[in-house]
Each structure stands twice: as C-alpha cells, then as structure tokens.
C-alpha cells in the first residue's frame, strides 16, 4: 500500500467511525454498545495491517482459505488483541478448518454443521462463539437457516457445551436505499428477543448491517455492523481458488 492509500484508508475508517457514534446516539444508544467489524474480504493482508495500525481490532473474512491466509502473515494480530471474524458461509465439510480459529462465527445455519464445528473443537479449548445466520429475507440464493428451523437448531446449539451461542446475524435482501432494510433488521430483533424467552437465556448480540445500511440496522438494535467497502473501498473481483 502507498502512503497515499493508507492515509486514504485512515479517512474511511474515521467516517465510518464517526457515523456510527451518530448512528448510536442517534438512536439513544451508547456508541460503545456497538462493535465495528472492518471487512477486509479479497484486500491484501497489508490493508488489514494499515487498519490494525489505525486502531481497528475486529476483521470480518468471508472465505476460509483466504481467511487463514492472513492469520498465517499476520500472527500478531491475533497477539496484540485484534480478532478474526468469520462471517461467510462454510461448507460442513470445511468446519475443521474454521473451529477455534475466530473469535466469532458469524454463519451457523445447519444442524450439520454447529455438530461437525463442535466436534472438531481441540478437547478443553475454549468454547467456541457462534452466531446463528437466519435468512432474514427468504431469498433462496442466499445462506442462512429459515426462520421455521431456528428454534430446532437453537436447541440443538444448545446441546453442544463447545459452543456458544451469542446471538443472531442477517443479510437482509440487497436494496439501493438503506431504509428498505430496516423492517428486516427489526424482524431479526423480534427473532432474538422470542428465541431468547423460550429458552430462558441472553443472546446479547445481533450482527446486521453493512457498508449501505448500517445506520438503519443501529437503530433497530445492532450490537455488531460488518462494514467492508466504506473502509477499505471497492473490492477487486474473486478469483477462485
Ligand atoms: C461483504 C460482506 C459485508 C460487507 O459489505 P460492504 O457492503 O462492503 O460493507 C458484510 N457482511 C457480509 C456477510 C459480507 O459478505
């Protein structure tokens, strides 16, 4: 990266960040209640670091090979307290590779999958943290289980010691304004607050909101927004692996 880039990448982050103690107090919520995941998804692992040096702790990856490529060249992350997020789909049959290797996964959307996870947790590690991905918006393309299963697979979640679960994460249907989110930020609100009294317990955190709508999703109670592009701007294309 040029100094030109970084210095560039240190005017997103701090927009970002000031837009979101906006959102916050905007909503009559504490700025500190809300946790930023910088995206860092098909960027170099040095734009990673440029935003690490800035202050920036949590990273949001999307793809596990490339996600393991960076925590490989940047172990000090990991060291000096930043954490990795994983908050793209995994295949059951990758689960190995992601258990015990973020701080939190975003994307539980099966039965299948929260056991292979849990099995593949080295014994006495600690738990691992987990979020239950819901297709918010009953898109057929898109990851996530339908709002129907979530009380199967909450309570088989719960069945497994190995792993924790904090909440829920959304990707609602992709919209030009913002705005047009927000009745399916509120939605999964409404899910975490009836999953959480019909099984007795907390789940403190909601994952929703993005690059083009994090501000609706603050409102309607995020604890963590997953924002990639307005910080380290457009992404090149994915090239498969
Ligand atoms: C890519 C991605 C983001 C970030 O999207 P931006 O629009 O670039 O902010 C957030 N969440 C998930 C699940 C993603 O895949």
């Given at each position: 990266m040029t100094e030109g880039e970084k210095q560039q990448l240190g005017e997103r982050l701090a927009t970002v960040r000031e837009r979101l103690v906006d959102a916050a107090r905007a909503a009559g919520r504490?700025?500190?209640?809300?946790?930023?995941?910088?995206?860092?998804?098909?960027?170099?692992?040095?734009a990673v670091q440029a935003a690490f040096a800035l202050g920036q702790r949590a990273f949001g990856e999307n793809y596990v090979q490339e996600?393991?490529?960076?925590?490989?060249?940047?172990?000090?992350?990991?060291?000096q307290g930043g954490e990795w997020h994983c908050i793209g789909h995994v295949q059951t049959n990758k689960a190995k590779d992601v258990a015990g290797r973020f701080a939190l996964i975003?994307?539980?959307?099966?039965?299948?999958?929260?056991?292979?996870?849990?099995?593949?947790?080295?014994?006495?590690?600690?738990?691992?943290?987990?979020l239950v991905q819901v297709?918010?918006?009953?898109?057929?393309?898109?990851?996530?289980?339908?709002?129907?299963?979530?009380?199967?697979?909450?309570?088989?979640?719960?069945?497994?010691?190995?792993l924790e679960l904090?909440?829920?994460?959304?990707?609602?249907?992709?919209?030009?304004?913002?705005?047009?989110?927000?009745?399916?930020?509120?939605?999964?609100?409404?899910?975490?607050?009836?999953?959480?009294?019909?099984?007795?317990?907390?789940?403190p955190e909601l994952s929703m909101g993005m690059s083009g709508d994090f501000v609706q999703a603050v409102r309607e109670g995020a604890t963590i927004v997953r924002i990639g592009s307005d910080i380290f701007g457009p992404r090149p294309a994915r090239t498969t692996a």
């Open positions: 504490r700025p500190e209640e809300i946790r930023l995941v910088a995206v860092s998804k098909l960027h170099p692992v040095e996600a393991l490529a960076k925590q490989e060249a940047f172990p000090e992350l990991a060291a975003h994307t539980v959307d099966s039965v299948k999958f929260a056991e292979t996870l849990a099995r593949r947790l080295a014994p006495g590690a600690n738990r691992q943290a987990v297709n918010i918006g009953d898109e057929a393309q898109k990851a996530g289980v339908p709002e129907s299963d979530l009380p199967r697979l909450v309570e088989s979640i719960l069945n497994l010691p190995r904090r909440g829920l994460m959304c990707l609602p249907p992709f919209f030009d304004d913002g705005e047009a989110a927000r009745p399916f930020f509120a939605r999964l609100r409404v899910l975490r607050d009836e999953t959480a009294a019909r099984f007795g317990m907390t789940l």
